[in-house]
């Protein structure tokens, strides 16, 4: 639209509002607004008539209330004389965990299945086609469900693991997979416990330091020093000698078979392995066509410039695909990402206790604030979403291609 | 130095006085004043990142100019959307890549502006169009879509999309540039019969073979700025600007 | 100079191809190079072979031994006798209620299986372009012929309402001829509540007029709720999201505020708080005393929540068009509605259509939500009435492996023809 500096002689008319283009959008957003206002306005005095009627108000008291109930999984301190605001912030941590446990395992699973899609190995890479299609074209519930409902009905029961003519057997008699869920070994951190974990920190930087170095020495001398065993030295071997030196500090607990169950250690519940493998293999399929698209997306021209220049297969993985190919893949990625901690809003099928069993469960239907309990339950998703969504958008940015 | 010189009148087309724009800080074009006659040919030449593009697609209003004015065919370009719209149904343009658009036939391009704009009927607008894409000597490619023709067939589309409006004035943004070369020349030849018939053009071209026969009147740009007009053969056998000098010598040295 | 060799060659008789040298071929060879070529992809191979015939040799007996006669859970095993063998019987007494709910009237199954059958007809010619361009007006007159198919009543509804859209449109037309883009939408809107509301006294007086017998929406389930959730939701949401995406790149700032914040907090929440809200909240929000069916509220937060992901696809179409489109059109006068409907929304949208079914079908297995908020879709219904029924307890494979089968043929189908129309595209454009 052109727009030039008047000589002031024009006079204004009504119609200008319409049709001069320095007022038009001015005039078009007014006229969104006030439609906006009155749809808000409609609505929200429907909302205040309506509480009116059923005798309701919003308030958010309830948050201090005693909760009343109990949660099966806790990760962190709760008594069901506790608040409802601390039964929240105990199904929020159950979903950061089953979330995060999800995305890790996702990852490695969608990561190689996405290489093995493409190598030569006919098998294998029909295999892992049958795999992403048979997982990514039925509904993430229904695997939820089956999952779950497998594992309840093969797994052991407890008393099964009794005697000395036992029908089942723990692994290492350190790990227990029943149907009441999977039973781990907890770690004791006694004394200097947390010098070791602090060893181990440490060492990583450590081998970073070091890989840094030895890139160093190569552009400076051109001597070529072999990283990778010497790597895995110092990620191991400090965190070896700390531990020991100090006399063993972290211990194990192990879960042993008491009566009828198993006590000790850390118990997982059934609800929390179901969705966990759930996400993780439904998700993975997923990540794995990602990976896939990724790598096939950096036009072969490359891997033939990079040949043509002399480099060998590895390094032109390394250096030229792998660096492009992970523009591609990560936006995708961290979307899935977004996914899998939407989905696992799916615990209250299985029964597993997250913010949403809680919250959105239990609370709300013992208070009856409903309006205030979605209200926060769809901030707390809001809030996760949109911190990885600028988390994505740094990493874009930081990634772009300079062009000119 | 044609009988096509004879057809120029005295009437001025376009009036351009003063006029500044800028991107942002970036003073892209600089006190620009010209003036078109009607019937006049211009071609308008200069190194790349010197504003001519931006300088005719000022005079239709495809970018707005934040000093100084534009009058086309006695309308001044302001603010007012009517304006611009009188403005655009009486300019054509043709594009460096053609922007024919593609899910509609190649009659469907030519009618679609006069039928939604000017209202025209659409028996009528249909005749209209077929009367031009005779003139642009492709009319049996009526109904067939933009990607099924070459790019020269797609330009001299462009150019007869542009005449169905019946414009009074006609600018070229490079429209040679992204043919290949076997394919200028039906364009080109396209374009003089336009001349030859007094269309009043403006042409960003690098094709000085054309403006030697075509043109009455060369303009050099550089920076932004009218550096040099002349008639094209003083033009380019005696250049006074050096920067004309250096220009002329790289495109009709090698 | 004239016994230097000359370079000059030219070439009278042209070379006929022949054949290649006979090489080692065979199954052999292949297996060699492919599955057995170096020591990691030879282990790779063994451990596959081993495991989908574990898989095969575990599940193909239970298959084939299934039992389809019994009438319980009990009665299976003991015809069964100790084997292993599915229970096939489940199936073959539930199946009618797995796809079609456990309330909707028998003598009626006819209905939806008619309207299904009629949906891939009319669907057919917008999926495949070289389909005869008059099938489009079979495909406009489903939408009502399906309503009334599904839900009964009479005939006269779903044709007041196609009326008053026709109406509406034809104002839309002339009016907008006359005096442009605004007035035109106006007076098609107002002709469209005019027909309705005059419509509306046709239908109260005449409700047995050609009237098939009605069925409430809370009667629906089974897989048929899925697929009505689904096609319903995706339609609707699909203008929806083409107004969003407009106004998400729009230079105003506040339309643009709207359309973002809008699109932002509907992908940052979970679909199953949205059917929350459908199921206890949102009646709060209509006048007082309005009383609108459970799968009505539903309808509404599922397309909220489809459009604003559609919205997402059709901006990245938007984005995909060259800028010399928009100026093209520009240049030759058209204004903002016509260069939108006439140029930049064809193209965008023909872009757009893998993304939208891929949308589509991640919105369909997204419909299974709704047995969490108690309402019987195919998994509401295994885990509802059938899994809770005496007879058959305890009894989940046949079941699932069942739904697996449906969802798996129709996203496996979509999915296909989203690829097939993908390679179709790429082609297509230069």
Redesign the interface.
Known sequence: ??????TGT?KFSLS?L?????Y??TT??VI??IG?IFAMGY?VS??L???A?AGLNISWRFFGETAGYDINQMPIEYNNQMSHGRASLVGAVNTLIVAFLACVSATILGVIAGV?RL??????SK?MAIYV??F???????WI??IF?VMS?VLPQPREFRGDAAASSMWFDMVAFTNRGVYIPRLVLEDHGWAVFAAFGLSIIGVFAFRRYARALLFNTGRLIPTFLPSIGILILPTVLVYFALGSPIGLENPALKGFNFKGGLHLRLSLIALWFALAIYTGAFIAENVRAGIQAISHGQTEAAAALGMRPGRIMSLIILPQALRVIVPPLISQYLNIT??S??A??VGYMDI?GTL?GIT?NQTGR??EC?LV??LF??V???SI?AIMNVYNNAMKLKER | MSEAQMKVSDEIAISIENMNKWYGTFHVLRDINLDVQRGERIVICGPSGSGKSTLIRCINALEEHQKGSITVDGTLLSSDVKNIDKVRSEVGMCFQHFNLFPHLTILENCTLAPIWVRKTPKKEAEETAMHFLEKVKIPEQADKYPGQLSGGQQQRVAIARSLCMKPRIMLFDEPTSALDPEMIKEVLDTMIELAEDGMTMLCVTHEMGFARQVANRVIFMDAGQIVEQNEPEEFFNNPQSDRTKLFLSQILGH | MSDKPSIGFVRHEPISPSPPPVQQAGVVKWMRENLFSNWINSILTILSIYFVAKIILASTPWMWNGVWTTSSLRECREVLQGTSGACWSVLAERWNQMLFGFQYPVEAYWRPTLAFVFLLVSIAPVLFQKLPRKMLIFSAIYPFLAFWLIWGGTLLAPVVVALSLIVGYLAFVKIERLTGFATGLLSGVAAVVMVLYLGSFVTTALPEFIALEPVASRDMGGFMLNLILGTVCVSLSIPLGIVLALGRQSNMPIIKGICVVFIEFIRGVPLITLLFVANVVLSYFFPPGTNLDLILRVIIMITLFSAAYIAEVIRGGLAALPRGQYEAADSLGLDYPQAMRLIILPQALKISIPGIVNVAVGLFKDTTLVSVISMFDLVGMIRGPISSSTAWTGIYWELYLFAILLFFVVCYGISQYSQWLERQLRTDHH
């Open positions: 639209m052109s727009s030039t500096t008047q024009s200008m319409i049709n001069d283009t320095r038009r959008s078009f957003q969104a607004l906006l609505l429907n909302l008539s309506n509480l009627d093995l190598s030569n190995n006919w098998v294998v295999l299609e048979a990514r074209n039925v509904p993430v519930l229904i469900l089956i409902l009905n939407k989905n809003s799916l209250i099928a949403t959105g709300l409903a309006i979605i339950l769809m998703y809001l996760i979403s949109l969504s």
